[in-house]
Structures are given as C-alpha cells and as structure tokens.
C-alpha cells in the first residue's frame, strides 16, 4: 500500500499542471450565478381617495386608517401576518382544503415578511416584492394588494359610506422591471467550495484509476514474486532530490 502511494504521489508531482484544472468548476459555477437573475422586482397598484379607511383583521367592526398602515412598518408586518393565508397565496380557491408541508409554509412566509413592502405616492398605494422567487413574489403581490383592496372596502362599509364601490379601480400588476444580478455574494462561498472539492476529488480518482491500470510493478512483493529473488531496499527518487549548488564539480585531469 505505501509502495501504491509512493507511485501515486510521483505521478501527482508529474501532472501539476493538471490542478489548475482544479478552478474550472468553481469558476463555471460563480459565472452561471454571475449570469442568473438573483432579485426579482415586481408591484401591484391602485388608486385610493384621500383619507381611506381599512377594516382591522380579526374584528368586525373595527376601522383604521389606511395612513397609519403605510406610514408604520410595524403595522404592515402584523396586516402580513394576520392575513397570512398560504393557500390562496398559491392560487387554490377559497375553502380548497391542500395539506403543504411545514417547510412550504414557513418559506412562503419569511418571503412575505421580509420581502414585501408597501408604500403610497399621489393617491396610489403599492404594493411590491423585491426578491428571489419570481414566481412566489408575483403571488404575494396580487395575493396581498387584493386583500388590501377589500379591507379598504370593507372600511367603507364598516364607516357606513354610501358608496357603492369607494375605490375607483382593482389592483394592477405593473410591468416585471429588469432583474438584478449579482456576481458575487457571500451565500455563493459554500457552494463554490464544495465545487473546488469535488474537482479535487475527481482528480485523485482519475490519477488513481490511471495508476492501477498501469502494469508496472505495484510493491515490493510484486517484484519479489516475479523475480523470484528477495527485496533488500528501495532506491529514493534521485529526480526529486534538489542538487546543491556548493556540490563538489567532477573535473577531467
């Protein structure tokens, strides 16, 4: 076994130039990411008239107003989690019973807590996700701008207005904005490691599998069995072995 591996260092130390290639999978791995969109925009918009009201979740009579939503952050995080429905998130209607699995519901919802925002500019209440999932965030947008339509509605009617549909227009997903791409960020660390290691690994398989299909004497016993005579010692590997250059020159007389 050691003679094995003295023979697999040396053709290791031979082929160095062949680690270089060592680079090539974590490099094709951070250009792919490099390449790939990392942050989707997406937003839903409709108009409010001045001064709305919005049916508190959770009581039915309580009103709130729409103000005090957009200009506190704390506000919207409890609207996001007391309205958090993870089935009609999906699309499934209203009363479709679908078991999802814990880990399902726990990432839809850190998307929605973290990702969402909501903000107003000239009468127009928006609603955006700025993250990963392209298609999860175009769900929690019309998931979440439609619940916020009808609690408005729901605070007319709760104030007792006389109108029959207070808010002029439904909400509206706005046009995808360009994605964001990044080429590098810390998350990408890990996996570009295990890349490097997995070509490492590879490497030493394939010299190894060279080594053993190479017919040339494995170990000492090898040679003892095919010579018939026995082993006193081995010869180190005088290529190795640097020349110093205070050596003694051998000179002809």
Same mark, same amino acid.
């Given at each position: 076994?050691?003679?094995?591996?003295?023979?697999?260092?040396?053709?290791?130390?031979?082929?160095?130039?062949?680690?270089?290639?060592?680079?090539?999978?974590?490099?094709?791995?951070?250009?792919?990411?490099?390449?790939?969109?990392?942050?989707?925009?997406?937003? @839903?918009? %409709? $108009?409010? /008239?001045? !001064?709305?009201?919005?049916?508190? +979740?959770?009581?039915?009579?309580?009103?709130?107003? *729409?103000?005090?939503?957009?200009?506190?952050?704390?506000?919207?995080?409890?609207?996001?989690?007391?309205?958090?429905?993870?089935?009609?998130?999906?699309?499934?209607?209203?009363?479709?019973?679908?078991?999802?699995?814990?880990?399902?519901?726990?990432?839809?919802?850190?998307?929605?807590?973290?990702?969402?925002?909501?903000?107003?500019?000239?009468?127009?209440?928006?609603?955006?996700?700025?993250?990963?999932?392209?298609?999860?965030?175009?769900?929690?947008?019309?998931?979440?701008?439609?619940?916020?339509?009808?609690?408005?509605?729901?605070?007319?009617?709760?104030?007792? @207005?006389? %109108? $029959?549909? /207070?808010? !002029?227009?439904?909400?509206?997903? +706005?046009?995808?904005?360009?994605?964001?791409?990044? *080429?590098?960020?810390?998350?990408?660390?890990?996996?570009?490691?295990?890349?490097?290691?997995?070509?490492?690994?590879?490497?030493?398989?394939?010299?190894?599998?060279?080594?053993?299909?190479?017919?040339?004497?494995?170990?000492?016993?090898?040679?003892?069995?095919?010579?018939?005579?026995?082993?006193?010692?081995?010869?180190?590997?005088?290529?190795?072995?640097?020349?110093?250059?205070?050596?003694?020159?051998?000179?002809?007389?």
């Amino acid at each position: 076994m050691n003679f094995f591996l003295k023979r697999l260092s040396y053709r290791l130390a031979s082929h160095l130039a062949l680690f270089w290639l060592l680079l090539l999978p974590p490099l094709v791995y951070v250009g792919i990411m490099a390449l790939t969109p990392t942050l989707h925009t997406l937003s @839903s918009t %409709f $108009t409010v /008239p001045e !001064g709305a009201p919005l049916a508190e +979740t959770g009581s039915p009579t309580g009103v709130t107003p *729409l103000a005090t939503l957009l200009s506190t952050p704390s506000k919207w995080e409890s609207f996001v989690k007391a309205n958090f429905n993870p089935q009609q998130i999906l699309g499934y209607p209203r009363g479709y019973v679908v078991n999802l699995p814990p880990d399902e519901i726990n990432a839809i919802y850190n998307e929605a807590l973290t990702n969402l925002s909501i903000r107003e500019a000239n009468k127009t209440v928006e609603t955006t996700y700025t993250g990963p999932h392209k298609t999860l965030g175009h769900r929690l947008v019309f998931y979440y701008s439609t619940t916020l339509h009808q609690r408005i509605q729901e605070g007319y009617t709760r104030q007792g @207005s006389k %109108f $029959t549909s /207070p808010l !002029g227009d439904a909400p509206q997903m +706005t046009p995808l904005i360009g994605a964001t791409r990044l *080429l590098w960020s810390p998350d990408r660390a890990r996996p570009t490691l295990l890349w490097f290691a997995a070509g490492l690994i590879l490497l030493l398989f394939i010299q190894a599998v060279l080594e053993l299909m190479d017919t040339s004497y494995k170990s000492e016993k090898q040679i003892a069995e095919h010579t018939l005579l026995p082993i006193l010692g081995c010869l180190p590997n005088l290529n190795s072995v640097p020349m110093s250059v205070d050596a003694p020159q051998h000179q002809e007389a």
